[in-house]
C-alpha cells in the first residue's frame, strides 16, 4: 500500500537534529503503482519514532540476500528521483547500487524508471541515524555525497550533513582504499567538507594540496577533485551553473 499521509507524533520525530526538510510522503496514480509494484526494490526496515528512522537494535543489512549476489556496493545518499543511481546502475551491472532518500515521491519516480534493473535498492531513511546499524563495517566499496543541502545561514551549520562525527562514521563504512566523493555547488560548504575530511585521521583526501582555488580563504591550498565523470549532469546542477556557482567535487579515501 502507499505510504501514509500522516506521520508519527511529530514532536519526538523532530528531537534529533536532522540535514533535511520535512517534505510529504503521499502518493497518487503513477507514483502509487510503481511503489505498489516494486516492492522488491524497497529494503524493509523496522522503524523507530518517525518514517525516517530505523529501531535502534536494527540489525546490519544482509547485502548478499538482499541482492542475491555478492558484488561492489555503492551508496548513495540522496538520491531525489534516482537520475544518477540509476545511469551508475545501468553502466555498472557488476555493482549493487543503494541509495537512502528521506523522500518517498522521489523514491517513487525512480522506481517508475527503474526499466528492467535490477542491481539497485532503496531504503526510506536518514543515513546519519539508520547507516550506523544498516551498513557493517567495510561493506561500501564507494559512497556518494552529492549536492547536500548546503544549509546557508551560520546558525543552520550545524544541521549539514557532512560533520567530522558523521565523516568518522562514513570511514568505518568504507572498504580499504573505498571512496568517498561528495560535490556542491556553494563555497564555504565544499571549503568545510574538506576541513572535515582532514580532520578524520583514517581519511585522506585524494588530492590535497592540489587545485588551488583563489576565492578560498584558508591560504587558497585547495584539495579539490576534477568533475567526476560518473557524476551525471542533473538539472539541479545545471541551475547552481546557470546562476553562477561553481561546483566543487572531493574524493576522500578510506587508508
Known sequence: MSPAKNSPDPGRFMARTKSFTR??????????????????????????????????????????????????????????????????????????YLAFEVWVPGIA???????????????????????????SPSSVSELWTFFPDPWRKSRHHKRRLVQTEFATQVATWLVPGGRWRLATDWNDYAWWMRDVIESVPVLRNEYAGQNPDLDDPAGNRGGFAPRYDGRIMTTFENKGLQAGRTVHDLVAVRD
Open 23 to 96: 517534505r510529504g510522503r503521499s502518493l497518487e496514480g503513477a507514483l502509487a503503482r510503481a511503489w505498489e509494484e516494486s516492492g522488491d526494490f524497497i529494503v524493509p526496515v523496522r522503524r523507530g519514532e518517525g518514517y525516517t528512522t530505523v529501531a535502534e537494535d536494527h540489525e546490519p543489512l544482509d547485502f548478499e540476500a538482499l541482492f542475491g549476489r555478492k558484488a561492489p556496493l555503492v551508496v548513495e545518499i540522496g538520491s531525489g528521483t534516482g537520475d544518477q543511481i540509476l545511469t551508475a546502475a545501468r553502466k555498472n551491472p557488476q555493482n549493487n
Open 109 to 135: 519516480k525512480a522506481l517508475n524508471k527503474l526499466d528492467g534493473l535490477t542491481n539497485v535498492r532503496f531504503v526510506e531513511a536518514d543515513v546519519a541515524q539508520a547507516g550506523p546499524l544498516l551498513l
